[in-house]
């Protein structure tokens, strides 16, 4: 379990770092977001055969950093979205 959090929270440091521009999420929104994303990853990789879903694998690793820089801009549209609604 604590693996499974600190792969998550590499995961998600790795996303923010990919992604270009300046995020405005914490610590816990990057480790949610890298959890989800490893998540995913873990299933991508299970569901083609290379691994468990929990299991570390390249593959897996991979799918889990894209969809975590997909989950991070997006999280990034939603609260900037709210932030300009907030100032008008």
């Given at each position: 379990m604590i693996g499974f959090i600190v792969a998550g929270l590499i995961i998600g440091a790795l996303a923010r770092l990919i992604k270009p521009g300046k995020?405005?999420?914490?610590?816990?929104?990057?480790?949610?977001l890298g959890l989800v994303g490893s998540l995913i990853?873990?299933?991508?990789?299970s569901l083609l055969g290379t691994g468990d879903?929990?299991?570390?694998?390249?593959?897996?690793?991979?799918?889990?950093?894209?969809?975590?820089?997909?989950?991070?801009?997006t999280a990034e549209a939603i609260v900037g979205s709210r932030r300009r609604r907030e100032v008008r």
């Open positions: 995020q405005n999420l914490g610590l816990l929104a990057t480790l949610l990853g873990g299933t991508v990789a879903i929990f299991e570390l694998n390249v593959l897996g690793f991979v799918v889990a950093v894209i969809a975590a820089v997909a989950l991070v801009g």
